[in-house]
């Protein structure tokens, strides 16, 4: 079965950054050595806040989306699970 990952990061800025992968340790440790986007190295180190596991790449992608629609509190509210 292969596992692809939604995911939220915070960054050292406090802003959010939400994105899917299919290696979540890869994308994590690119993202704190600002490799991984051209949007993420002024904003590094990053910690990893949030993350969920889906069979197939397009139900990560949908749930990406649907994510990167909430606003900054909404996206506090998943995260703390309320």
């Known amino acids: 079965m292969a596992e ?11 802003t959010y950054y939400t994105g899917w992968t299919n290696n979540l340790e890869k ?3 690119a993202h704190n050595a600002g490799t991984a986007s ?3 190295r002024p904003r ?9 596991c889906f069979e197939t790449k397009e ?3 949908a749930r990406e ?4 629609q909430l606003t900054r ?3 506090e509210a998943l995260i703390n699970g309320t």
């Open 27 to 29: 994308r994590l440790a």
């Open 38 to 40: 051209k949007y993420t």
């Open 4 to 14: 692809n990952f939604t995911y939220i990061l915070r960054c050292a800025d406090g």
């Open 65 to 68: 989306w649907r994510i990167k």
């Open 44 to 52: 590094r180190p990053v910690e990893l806040v949030y993350h969920e």
């Open 59 to 61: 139900e990560a992608m």
């Open 73 to 75: 509190i909404q996206k």
